[in-house]
């Protein structure tokens, strides 16, 4: 089972994501780092496992407010052996191709991003291509049609809970289990809300292949050792 660590960056520095109210999120205050300077934050993640993949949510990207690509870089050359998913908000073909031509990560196509279908579908073969299908509360966040549209997914899949983000309300294992089933033969990954090693245990006993995590890291509940011991059973 995979375990990816998350960050978000507005304005040059790591801030705290908590229940998706971007409006809200200020620095990240974390043991693991003196600041919130994103390469000392990813340090401070690195120190707790080697990670092999890190999430990246780039929120001025996604809110068109600019974007964090020279901190994306500097991440990049501190942590080069890391695979980034990054999350900037594309929603078309053109930025796409500019994004995945520039080589800074493999592209998170959030449905709240998308108008319709075109590039989730376009990009469905693309090995660097990952669906966040993103749910605050019942609601898929973008084109309803998509949840209809499993055949032409990715072959990974975020199921992105906003509303249980910092959280610590647990992961919505049904809600995970239900898109697990309609997309057979897709990797599923969790994402808001998952506390400790209990839950990652839970995921991985509804199939689920990975977790997004965030919180848990940066407050001590969710420790290398415990991802260690998930790992070595898999």
């Known amino acids: 089972m995979d375990v990816i660590p998350v960050i978000d960056l507005k304005g040059g520095v790591v801030v705290h994501a908590r229940m998706g109210e971007r409006e809200r999120y200020r620095p990240i205050r974390t043991p693991l780092a003196a600041g919130s300077d994103p390469v000392e934050v990813v340090r401070g993640l690195m120190s707790i496992h080697p990670f092999a993949t890190l999430y990246v ?63 989730t579908r ?18 898929l966040q973008g084109p309803a049609a998509l949840l209809q549209d499993a055949a032409h997914w990715p072959q990974r899949v975020i199921v992105m809970a ?27 990954f969790a994402a808001g809300g998952v506390r400790d090693g209990a839950d990652l245990a839970a995921l991985k006993d509804a199939r689920i292949a990975g977790a997004l995590v965030a919180s848990s890291l940066h407050d001590g509940r969710l420790r290398g050792p415990d991802i260690v011991r998930l790992q070595a059973s898999d």
């Open 122 to 139: 376009a990009l469905a073969g693309d090995p660097r291509a990952i669906l966040s299908l993103d749910f605050r509360g019942d609601s």
């Open 57 to 119: 949510a780039d929120l001025d990207a996604i809110t068109r407010a600019g974007d964090n690509r020279d901190s994306l870089r500097q991440m990049r050359a501190a942590f080069p052996r890391l695979t980034y998913w990054v999350d900037g908000g594309i929603a078309d073909a053109r930025h796409a191709t500019e994004w995945l031509d520039e080589g800074l990560g493999e592209i998170v196509l959030a449905s709240e991003a998308q108008a319709d279908l075109a590039l």
């Open 162 to 188: 906003l509303s249980r983000v910092g959280s610590g309300a647990g992961p919505d294992i049904q809600r995970l289990c239900t898109i697990r089933d309609t997309a057979p033969g897709r990797q599923i």
